[in-house]
């Protein structure tokens, strides 16, 4: 680099039309940056090195709010009252087009349909959410494998005479979707697997900081965190106020009083619901070891967002441990949240694999 001339162009430095291509896919994928071909002609390595420095003093910024939530804030989708469906299965309004299979859809932690009602117009298919988040399990005790045992039932009901699937999982609900492929494979189906910036092992990192977290610890972090989400507290006060309660009760009854009033955000029995929800769904994931599992035989599709939720060793978050099957990943423009606004998402669910590169 040292050696290139910083302002002549790269026209000049004898770029061909298969180079500029190249050039331009690559600014497009990384940058969300498309230049015409004058642009391209008069583009010169002082003003990439400029883009360059930007894009990383973005990322930089990114990472620190991020590294600030340990991550765990960032698995938790902001919704409202008008987002408690209490139905297990919700159809969404997609194109609907016909001679295309029905496919199902698993929400994040919260459990709820609402990440996918902005990208369900684009969707070809017929689709359920099925939202675990309104499963109750009987011993109280909510597993991965029990919460995907409780879906089985409602996803053949609507499969009928299909006998392929096309299963899409989002951030906590790629490790339902994993284990109800598993169910759905021991009954002789076949089918796809389609994870949003989700997999067990990014997961268990993810939520590494819990694992020897005493419960009363847990209790205070998770409404902590969620104050944060939905409100500006003085987390030192909160907290403090939180370590003097002797019972969760106590502590939901501090929950309530820093949870902001607007109309419309939460009820007081939602604001109860959604916290035993994350509570409940935590403590799933770190029960959940997916090395004393059998690999599924589906292939997997992942998507990963540019800016990632938490620095991870291997490029497929180890799903090659999940499936015989081929694991193939595409990289998509935006975080953990803003990857479900991101078109690539509903190309690939789609199988419009030509309008992913």
């Given at each position: 680099?040292?050696?290139?001339?910083?302002?002549?162009s790269l026209a000049e430095m004898?770029?061909?039309?298969?180079?500029?291509?190249?050039?331009?896919?690559?600014?497009?994928?990384?940058?969300?940056?498309?230049?015409?071909?004058?642009?391209?002609?008069?583009?010169?390595?002082?003003?990439?090195?400029?883009?360059?420095?930007?894009?990383?003093?973005?990322?930089?910024?990114?990472?620190?709010?991020?590294?600030?939530?340990?991550?765990?804030?960032?698995?938790?989708?902001?919704?409202?009252?008008?987002?408690?469906?209490?139905?297990?299965?919700?159809?969404?309004?997609?194109?609907?087009?016909?001679?295309?299979?029905?496919?199902?859809?698993?929400?994040?932690?919260?459990?709820?349909?609402?990440?996918?009602?902005?990208?369900?117009?684009?969707?070809?298919?017929?689709?359920?959410?099925?939202?675990?988040?309104?499963?109750?399990?009987?011993?109280?005790?909510?597993?991965?494998?029990?919460?995907?045992?409780?879906?089985?039932?409602?996803?053949?009901?609507?499969?009928?005479?299909?006998?392929?699937?096309?299963?899409?999982?989002?951030?906590?609900?790629?490790?339902?979707?994993?284990?109800?492929?598993?169910?759905?494979?021991?009954?002789?189906?076949?089918?796809?697997?389609?994870?949003?910036?989700?997999?067990?092992?990014?997961?268990?990192?993810?939520?590494?900081?819990?694992?020897?977290?005493?419960?009363?610890?847990?209790?205070?972090?998770?409404?902590?965190?969620?104050?944060?989400?939905?409100?500006?507290?003085?987390?030192?006060?909160?907290?403090?106020?939180?370590?003097?309660?002797?019972?969760?009760?106590?502590?939901?009854?501090?929950?309530?009083?820093?949870?902001?009033?607007?109309?419309?955000?939460?009820?007081?029995?939602?604001?109860?619901?959604?916290?035993?929800?994350?509570?409940?769904?935590?403590?799933?994931?770190?029960?959940?070891?997916?090395s004393s599992l059998p690999r599924?035989?589906?292939?997997?599709?992942?998507?990963?967002?540019?800016?990632?939720?938490?620095?991870?060793?291997?490029?497929?978050?180890?799903?090659?441990?999940?499936?015989?099957?081929?694991?193939?990943?595409?990289?998509?423009?935006?975080?953990?949240?803003?990857?479900?606004?991101?078109?690539?998402?509903?190309?690939?669910?789609?199988?419009?694999?030509?309008?992913?590169?």
């Open positions: 680099m040292k050696k290139v001339p910083p302002n002549v004898g770029m061909d039309s298969m180079t500029a291509v190249e050039i331009k896919q690559t600014l497009e994928r990384e940058f969300d940056i498309s230049l015409s071909a004058k642009d391209m002609r008069n583009l010169t390595f002082a003003k990439l090195s400029q883009m360059t420095a930007k894009r990383e003093e973005i990322q930089d910024t990114n990472q620190t709010d991020s590294s600030n939530m340990g991550g765990f804030e960032m698995l938790i989708k902001k919704i409202k009252d008008s987002d408690f469906v209490p139905d297990t299965l919700v159809e969404l309004a997609t194109k609907n087009e016909i001679d295309r299979d029905h496919i199902f859809l698993i929400p994040g932690i919260e459990g709820r349909s609402s990440v996918y009602k902005s990208i369900a117009s684009r969707i070809k298919s017929s689709a359920t959410c099925l939202q675990h988040g309104v499963l109750n399990i009987s011993d109280n005790v909510q597993t991965i494998i029990k919460l995907a045992t409780c879906l089985v039932p409602h996803v053949l009901e609507k499969m009928k005479n299909q006998r392929k699937f096309l299963i899409v999982g989002y951030s906590f609900g790629s490790l339902i979707a994993i284990e109800l492929v598993r169910l759905l494979e021991a009954r002789d189906f076949s089918g796809r697997l389609i994870l949003i910036d989700g997999a067990p092992d990014l997961l268990k990192l993810t939520t590494i900081n819990f694992a020897d977290t005493s419960p009363d610890e847990l209790q205070n972090i998770i409404i902590l965190t969620l104050l944060q989400v939905y409100a500006t507290i003085n987390e030192e006060t909160v907290a403090s106020e939180l370590n003097k309660c002797k019972t969760i009760d106590e502590k939901l009854k501090i929950f309530h009083t820093y949870f902001p009033l607007d109309a419309n955000v939460l009820s007081i029995d939602n604001q109860k619901l959604i916290y035993y929800t994350i509570h409940n769904h935590l403590r799933a994931i770190q029960d959940y070891n997916i599924i035989k589906s292939p997997i599709t992942l998507l990963k967002p540019t800016l990632p939720i938490i620095s991870f060793p291997e490029e497929d978050y180890g799903l090659h441990k999940v499936t015989e099957g081929k694991v193939q990943v595409y990289s998509v423009e935006g975080n953990h949240i803003t990857i479900m606004d991101n078109d690539k998402v509903t190309f690939a669910i789609n199988e419009e694999w030509e309008k992913m590169e």
